[in-house]
Every structure is written in C-alpha cells, then in structure tokens.
C-alpha cells in the first residue's frame, strides 16, 4: 500500500477504497496545504432535527449547512470538519432595545432605545477555508433555527436551539437525515465524522451548548468570547443588566434579532412574546427559564475537548462566562488551552495572526487528525498582561494565587488592617452620570464612595475573581443596586479597545478571487490615560442571599452584602494606586431607578477581597 494511502488509514482509521485515494501530506507533524481551495465542491444540504418543531408546523425543524471540501473528497478522500453555526449568517433584523429608565416599581418608562447593529458573517468569508481546507479539512458552517434557509423558531440558548448544530453532527455521523434543495437524500460520504466546532460570540456560545449534550462525534471545541451561561449575560445576582454597549437589549430582543427565515413573525410571534414574559425584567431573578440556559448545569456530559479563547476586557460577553466554565472543565479534567488577552470582544485573529493559526492548526491536527503535533505538551495557558506582552503558563489562575483582604477606612483609605472604629459614610444614588464620570471624580462625591491604597512599594498582579463585602444600609429610594468598581490610578499606557494597522500583509492561506487569503496585520490600539476600571461587580441588594428569590429590604437596617467582581487578570503597577469605587446605578449596565437612594457604608465592616498571584500584598 502507498505511503500516501497508509497515512489515510493512520489519520482516519478509514481504509481507502483503492490504493490510490488521495490522502493528506504530513510533515514536520503538521498537515500540508495540498488541496486546491479554488476547486473545492460546495454543497447545502437541509438537516433534519429530530423531535424538535419549535415552530409547530406539524414537520421537524432543519438547520441549512453550507459545506466546503477538498474535491478530492469526490474521489475517496475521508476529511474531519471544522463547524461554524449562527443565528447572523442571514443577517438580522432592525429591533428595539427595552427601556431602562424605570419608574420607583421597577416598570419602565416611555422611552426606546435603538438597538446597535451585530455584526453579520458571509459564508466561506473567514480564514477557515482559505488555511484549513487544502490542509486536508471540510468547512461546514450550520444556519441555526429561525435564521435564513432553516426552519423552526430561535429560543436563545435553550435545548431546541442546541439541537440544530446537533443535527448536523449526526448528520455527519450517519446519524441523521439530510436533503438537498430538491428534497433528494444526501448523505456525507466523505466525512470521518470527527468535528471542531469554533466560533466568536454567540457563534463560540453554541459549541458550548452542543458539548454539553455529549454527542459522539464533536472531538473539541474552541469557544471564543462565548456563553456559559445566559442569565450571567443579562442578569447579574438578582440585578437585570445589559451586555456592554447594548443597554436595554435583553434575550427576546436578541431572539427577534436572529428571526430571520421566511414568514418568521407568524411562525415564531407567540414564542417570543413568551420569551419576553418569562425572562423578567421586573426582578432579575434566576428562575427555569434561565436555568434552561445553563450549560454549566451538564458539563459533566462534555466529551470535547476545550480550546477556550475571551478578551479580558470584554464588558460584552462578560468575563465571568469563560471563567466559570473553566473552572468547571477542570474540575472534570476535560482537556483544554486557554488564551486570555487585552482585547475587547474579538477574535484573536485580528491581532496575533501567525501565532493564533499556528496554535489553532496543532490544536485540530492533534483533535481531529489524531496527529502528535506537540501542541499538548505546550504551556496551557497564554495570557497577555498588557497590548503585546504575553506570557505561557501551567493554567490559570495563575499558580500560587491565594485571596488576599483589603479593609475599607476612614479618610477613604484601603489597607491592609482592619479599622472597626471608621466612621459610617453616606453616599446618594444618581442615573445621569457614568461610572468612569464616578471614578475621575477627584475629592468627595457626593454620589459615591471612594476607597484608595497608598502609592504601592511593588507590582501587585491578580489572577482571579475578586469579591467585596459591604456593610450598608439603604433608605429613601427605590434603586436596589449596589456597583463595586476596581480601580488603577495611575498614568499608563494601556489597550483602548481599538485595532490598528502594522502596515503588513500577512498572507496566510490559498486565495480566490474576492479573497485574497491574506489579511493586513493588526495590534491592539492603546492610549495613556490616568486611570482604569479593572473590573466591575453588580448586586441587586433584594438577592443578597440567592440570585432566585427577592427578599424586601428595611429601609435603614444595616445588611451585609457580599458580591463578586468580574474575573481578571491584571497587574497593578509599582506607584499606582488601587482603588475601591461604590456605586448604585450604574448608568451603562443596570436599570435606572429614580434617583435618590441614599447608602450609608459601614467602612471598618466592609473588604475588599483580590486573588494576588503567590499571595503575597506589600505593606501599604
């Protein structure tokens, strides 16, 4: 048998039908671009999913798959898939966002806010095909329920929505039906049945969800600025909040967004207005409804491997969503990398491209061509401390990090001893400035509490989730939020949510026309500024004690609350200044409650809690 015949049935374990079936090149332990992206075979094959009829049509529902691969896959050639599947591939729909100026109840007021526009993929537009497909790979990207050519109704993130992926696994698999546009069977012939799904936003949400429902086949995913759960991305401890930059949006928004199929009102109106009542957002409790749409709840069914990527400064897709889910794989020992950096919401493509596709073609060779490519044996986690400063480590957190406690004092001092005697201070509640208008505030404000170490003797780095306790009472008002925000002052030169141009064309794959297969290399954009929110932390003070059950408040009786930030990784400077920020409403994320809530803060009952590599804080 030829070599290139016995690499087919080593990397398979699918014996060719005759001895000169095309086969993949191997070298230096990597697939080889040996197949032609120009004369790939494209095809859309229907996909049935059973048991599922969201839309109650009487038929089950079926997700469109958009499939490219080698054409020698025409000839015998077995090949592994990369999945994509999303909502956006059609586009979306122009919807409103929900009011967030509320009257004293909690019922909004008479105002609408436009909703921003999401960003929609074109099919075959990414690098997948141009890098992955003559490296002996098919590109299948999945339209999910409700969205353009499929069926059925979007329920944003539910098991319904998860079986559409699903759907075409098993298809894949030999395990499901699937048709073409003329109604005729199809069958995937040329597949090995092993899949990688990836994605950014809710296109890496969704291999999330089809992991946890453990079907064979699905070998890993790589989930990128994704969901780990929905209410953590519209609720937060009791408290309805907004992801970043899209105040007022909430799941039945997003659910009319992605409703894009044909005659979608009628087939899918009732369900949505379903949506919208059993979400709640009169007391952001967790409930069913939310429960339904943790994955965390099933991730022992996870037999993927994990390649999890999330911007730490992603105030989108929070990032107690890659955080929580971490933690979860690795009680469970599920293989994963992870990769942490300065962006916001974004994939690592457009900013550490070479680097990104090395790691990436090693994760899949080793995944789904069951290759020895050494990626496994690197450092599990990459994490970028500061725009372009990276650094490999054994996992995260970072070893060593033990909590360490800050105690709030007088004379708005954070130390590290506590001061039971600090006089109690008041703040009052506002909805018209923004917590970074808070934060620059200099002086005493009369619309928060300030709370600042000293200048540190030596770098203080965090690798974690921290978590603040406050002792407070609350009266005169309706607004039940309390905002904790963690603070760097000091003068620095840090990433500002931008991409900029290097000036370099980095071509990284076969190109067709209208697609070069090369991109201009990008770097994350910074600016010098005096200050920054590290990360932020939101409780509605009626769920002080669980998420699911609102309990009334006495106005003027003093309560504990304890409350988790964001998780982070972040390194405060040597002469910086780390501060602690108490807020009500925090004008970009949280409701708005008339104002005039007045807090009153027990200081010397109150800490702030920070997970510092090696446990280790200097004296202050």
Known sequence: MPMAALLVVALSGTAPARADTPAVKIENNATQPVFSRADAVKQTVFVEVEGIDSDNDGRPDRVAVDILRPKETDQGLKVPVIMEASPYFAGGNDVANHPVDVDATGHPLPAMTAMADKVAAEPFDGYYDNYFLPRGYAVALVENLGSGRATGCPTSGDRNETAGPKAAIDWLNGRAKGFDADGNPVEATWSTGKVGMIGVSYNGTLPNAVATTGVEGLKTIVPIASISSWYDYYRANGGVLAPGGFQGEDLDVLAKYVLTRENGQNACGALIDRITTAQDRLTGDYSAFWDARNYLNDVGKVKASVFLVHGLNDWNVKTKQFAQWWNALAKRHVPRKIWLHQGTHMSPFNFRTAEWLR??????????????????????????????????????????????????????????????????????????????????????????????????????????????????????????????????????????????????????????????????????????????????????????????????????????????????????????????????????????????????????????????????????
Request: with cysteine; net charge positive.
């Open 359 to 620: 790691q990436l073609h090693g994760w899949f060779d080793y995944w789904l061509y069951g290759m020895d490519s050494g990626i496994m044996r690197e450092p599990q986690a990459d994490v970028e401390i500061a725009p372009g400063q990276w650094g490999r480590h054994a996992s995260w957190p970072l070893s060593g990090s033990a909590t360490v406690p800050l105690w709030l004092g007088s004379g708005s001092k954070l130390g590290l001893t506590p001061n039971p005697l600090a006089a109690k201070e008041t703040f009052t509640d506002q909805k018209i400035r923004t917590a970074e208008q808070l934060v620059e505030a200099t002086g005493a404000d009369p619309n928060r509490l300030a709370y600042l170490t000293g200048d540190l003797p030596a770098d203080v780095r965090i690798s974690g989730t921290p978590t603040v306790s406050v002792r407070a009472s609350l009266t005169d008002g309706a607004s039940p939020y309390l905002t904790a925000l963690l603070v760097d002052y000091g003068t620095d030169v840090r990433a500002n949510g931008t991409l900029l141009s290097t000036g370099e064309t980095y071509c990284y794959g076969q190109g067709i026309p209208g697609d070069t297969g090369c991109t201009t290399l990008r770097r994350l954009g910074t600016a010098t500024t005096p200050y920054k929110i590290v990360t932020r932390g939101w409780l509605d003070v009626r769920n002080r004690h669980r998420p699911d059950r609102t309990e009334a408040l006495r106005a003027g009786k003093e309560y504990t609350f304890t409350w988790d930030f964001q998780p982070t990784d972040y390194l405060f400077k040597k002469g910086h200044r780390l501060g602690l920020v108490i807020i009500s409403t925090d004008y970009d994320y949280t409701l708005r409650y008339p104002p005039g809530t007045r807090i009153t803060v027990s200081p010397g009952r109150s800490s702030l809690r920070l997970p510092v590599v090696l446990g280790r804080m200097p004296q202050l």
